[in-house]
């Protein structure tokens, strides 16, 4: 692979640092299954835990970058072309029932663009990650979108109630961010939904575009009520056009 870039550094070095204590809570929520407190409060503080680690981190590196994140929002700097956008846990509800299924979501958007994006999910130990123009990876391996041509052989992932009447093959797994990356690396053909923040988004959708796939809607100016429709190009034009039917 291509080196990466510096700030692609800060992003993965500030992921790993904050995973640590994410996968410690992750070890303590079967024992709050049957707490009569219950693990709601525990998740809430291992999301504002995680954040406060990335901030901090990301700060610390470039002192005058923005930052958009799940938690506290819009934090202005004097840089106002650069800002960090995060979601500090992307699968809570998952966390929350101690499915070992969610992730750490960081991108650089850079004068517009989404420069870096990176998903970590810390159970699985699987960090996907891209650069604008330098390829879509998983632990440094490179993925690419899958080869499917059939829409019936294709599986596709939503976790909106938009489109349920849909005739494809689909899963809810309660991760908008891994979705995107899955679709990225081929496990998954296409993803579409609606009603997405920045932050889920953000990583998942260069990782689409850098690993050959096509991204048809994603406004990137938005924050929130953000509609993707994703998939590999050879279904592209099928997958829209069924979806444009509801």
Same mark, same amino acid.
């Given at each position: 692979m291509n080196s990466i870039s510096p700030n692609l550094n800060i992003m993965i070095k500030a992921c790993e640092k904050a995973s640590k204590s994410l996968i410690r809570d992750f070890g303590e929520i079967e024992n709050l299954q049957v707490s009569k407190k219950g693990p709601s409060d525990f998740v809430t503080n291992a999301d504002?835990?995680?954040?406060?680690?990335?901030?901090?981190?990301?700060?610390?590196?470039?002192?005058?970058?923005?930052?958009?994140?799940?938690?506290?929002?819009?934090?202005?700097?004097?840089?106002?072309? #650069?800002?960090? *956008?995060? !979601?500090?846990?992307? +699968?809570t509800s998952n966390l929350f029932h101690g499915i070992p299924h969610f992730s750490i979501c960081i991108a650089l958007k850079s004068h517009g663009v989404i420069k870096s994006g990176l998903v970590f999910d810390p159970i699985k130990d699987e960090m996907f990650f891209s650069e604008k123009n330098n390829g879509s990876y998983l632990n440094n391996k490179r993925i690419r979108v899958s080869k499917k041509k059939d829409l019936n052989e294709c599986l596709f992932a939503s976790n909106g109630k938009k489109f349920r009447n849909v005739e494809l093959a689909k899963r809810n797994t309660g991760s908008a961010a891994l979705d995107l990356a899955y679709v990225a690396s081929g496990r998954f053909d296409g993803f579409f939904q609606e #009603?997405?923040? *920045?932050? !889920?988004?953000?990583? +998942?959708?260069?990782?689409?575009?850098?690993?050959?796939?096509?991204?048809?809607?994603?406004?990137?100016?938005?924050?929130?009520?953000?509609?993707?429709?994703t998939s590999n190009p050879s279904i592209n034009e099928k997958m829209v056009k069924i979806l444009d039917k509801f």
């Open positions: 504002k835990k995680v954040e406060k680690i990335l901030i901090e981190e990301l700060l610390k590196a470039k002192k005058n970058y923005c930052i958009i994140s799940e938690e506290t929002g819009f934090t202005k700097n004097t840089d106002e072309e #650069n800002i960090w *956008i995060i !979601d500090p846990i992307d +699968g #009603n997405l923040n *920045i932050w !889920d988004i953000a990583p +998942g959708i260069l990782l689409i575009q850098e690993a050959g796939g096509v991204v048809n809607k994603a406004d990137i100016k938005k924050i929130n009520d953000i509609e993707v429709i």
